[in-house]
């Protein structure tokens, strides 16, 4: 049972790389910029032995109720409530603020134990503004650099003291992990939420986890980082990344846009499916292809949720008009489910997560190569391949290489010459004759070496 740590204090104290420091990997965006993080972020971190899961979280700030900086300090507040312990940094360069003041107040009211750090200790000046933290009431602050990793041990010992006997590594905690992969056991399930800014991404995950998780609001591109939630659908782990906006190219000037857009990259790269978000007024705009294109290309298995369906008059008429566009734009994966829903009234979730699970099932097909071979057999005699330069090509035998997505490797002579209208061709023939809707479906030419070429 890890010990749960909320990381508390002003914007730019160092909360983030301290918890990317703690995680033991880049997770939170970190920029100069004040107020980056909105959402709070969780992580698990093994400290030196200590198990801990670690919650970043957005600065207090002050702000008319319902307002942005309110609502992200309604964020920090279901934070500290969730922690068993509060990680207060504090800024030892600049010393103890008033706002420090008003978060340490924040904190006796809690209740929750206090663990004051000074970072940015890293200098012989930064010594003064770290015994100033004295004064704040919580014992004695432990000098750390979050950026040079200094500090770690007395940080460590600080946080023990509140842990419970389990949250300790033992020597053999390795072995009985070994256990843990054994075969029949499913291992979660990462389900990414991606799509232009304000189509209703962070209020599907909301909707999906029954609480208010990701901050959601009027305003475009509230979501920096990629938010990770665990949560439990018919007894599979999910792990549910809401994410970033993702605006066209040409449109994303500022630095801190840029790094939310790698943010997104990297849960759709680490992600096994991923529910493509679209506004029902604007859906399959520009954007929306261009992601859906970028998410093919990553392999990943795809569903189309097409948001703020409760707007729309003449359903009928318009998911005809869906289906139809999305099998005529995107080829590539023609056949991907369409749900209609409505994250503000719930109309629709219950059709959601079952296309995401017959998606991951269509991602992890394998096909019998005796019945691919019998398939490619008929596939030739229908549809005969081009003959290149005189020559004809010879496709010999095909096997399923890997799935996830599903790869087939096509053995025979001149192949990388087939056309891009042919690989199509037996590609779509593919997904008729053994079930593969939606899916990307990779296709490994390997040509027989001509002995007599050299």
Avoid at 101 to 121: D, F, H, T, W, Y
Avoid at 246 to 260: C, F, P, V
Wanted: proline fraction near 6%.
């Amino acid at each position: 049972m890890p010990l749960t740590v909320a990381i508390v204090g002003r914007p730019n104290v160092g909360k983030s790389t301290l918890f990317n420091r703690l995680a033991g990997k880049r997770l939170a965006i970190v920029d100069d910029t004040p107020g980056v993080t909105r959402d709070r972020s969780f992580a698990e971190s093994n400290l030196l032995g200590l198990h801990l899961r670690v919650i970043d979280t957005a600065g207090f700030e002050e702000g008319p109720v319902e307002s942005l900086p309110s609502r992200m300090t309604g964020q920090t507040i279901a934070a500290i409530g969730e922690a068993d312990v509060c990680l207060f940094v504090v800024d030892a360069r600049a010393g103890v603020t008033a706002g420090d003041e008003i978060i340490a107040n924040a904190l006796r009211k809690s209740g929750k134990p206090v663990v004051v750090a000074a970072n940015k200790s890293e200098g012989l000046r930064a010594h003064a503004g770290a015994n100033e933290a004295f004064a704040l009431g919580f014992g004695e602050p432990i000098a750390l650099s979050a950026e040079h990793a200094l500090g770690l041990e007395e940080l460590r010992d600080a946080l023990a003291v509140f842990a419970p006997e389990d949250a300790f590594f033992r020597d053999d905690d390795d072995d009985d992990e070994e256990g843990e992969g054994e075969e029949g056991v499913l291992r979660p399930l990462r389900l990414a939420i991606v799509g232009r800014p304000n189509v209703g991404k962070s209020s599907l995950l909301n909707r999906m986890l029954g609480e208010e998780r990701s901050l959601t609001g009027p305003e475009a591109g509230i979501t920096r980082d990629a938010v990770l939630a665990e949560w439990r659908y018919e007894g599979r782990e999910i792990l549910l990344h809401d994410t970033a906006g993702m605006r066209r190219k040409a449109r994303i000037e500022e630095k801190l846009e840029k790094l939310s857009v790698q943010s997104t990259l990297h849960a759709v790269r680490f992600a096994d499916c991923v529910v493509v978000v679209m506004d029902a007024n604007d859906a399959l705009e520009k954007q929306d292809l261009t992601i859906a294109d970028l998410i093919s290309r990553e392999g990943r298995a795809i569903v189309f949720g097409v948001n703020k369906w409760d707007t729309i008059k003449d359903r009928g008429a318009a998911m005809k008009e869906l289906r139809e566009r999305v099998d005529r734009l995107l080829p590539q994966v023609t056949g991907t489910p369409i749900v209609p829903l409505s994250a503000l009234t719930g109309e629709g979730m219950e059709r959601l997560m079952p296309a995401v699970m017959e998606a991951e099932r269509v991602w992890n097909k394998r096909v019998p190569t005796a019945a691919l071979n019998r398939f490619l057999e008929d596939a030739l005699s229908r549809h005969p391949p081009p003959a290149i330069h005189g020559r004809r090509v010879r496709i010999r035998y095909m096997t399923q290489a890997k799935a996830r997505p599903p790869t087939f490797a096509l053995f025979g002579n001149q192949l990388q010459a087939l056309p891009e209208s042919y690989l199509r061709y037996l590609t779509n023939a593919m997904r008729n004759a053994f079930g593969l809707p939606g899916t990307p479906i990779r296709l490994s030419l390997r040509s027989n070496k001509n002995p007599y070429a050299d």
